[in-house]
């Protein structure tokens, strides 16, 4: 889903290639991916509210408004999960 998101503004802004950075190796136990995940969501939900306020192309507010949807259920999917 995170490399959806990235394919719109990559096509939005007409880039050629999205560099993606290296990430640690996944913990062998599931509550710490999970928890891991989780703050991602939260983070990733702060980043797109506050850039959705920033806008001020009415069409970008709209897909970054549209983004903190689809993280917020991202994050209601982890947080059933951390119960
Ligand atoms: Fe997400």
């Known amino acids: 889903m995170e490399?959806?998101?990235?394919?719109?503004?990559?096509?939005?802004?007409?880039?050629?290639k999205i560099e993606f950075p290296k990430y640690d190796?996944?913990?062998a136990k599931y509550n710490p991916n999970l928890k891991e995940?989780?703050?991602?969501?939260?983070?990733?939900i702060k980043f797109y509210g506050q850039a959705a306020a920033?806008?001020?192309?009415?069409?970008v507010k709209e897909i970054f408004q549209a983004f903190v949807e689809v993280e917020t259920d991202h994050l209601h999917?982890?947080?059933a999960r951390l119960k």
């Open 3 to 16: 490399g959806e998101h990235a394919s719109v503004w990559k096509k939005i802004l007409k880039l050629d």
């Open 25 to 27: 190796k996944c913990a």
């Open 37 to 44: 995940s989780h703050s991602r969501e939260d983070r990733a």
């Open 54 to 59: 920033d806008a001020q192309n009415s069409r």
């Open 77 to 79: 999917l982890s947080e």
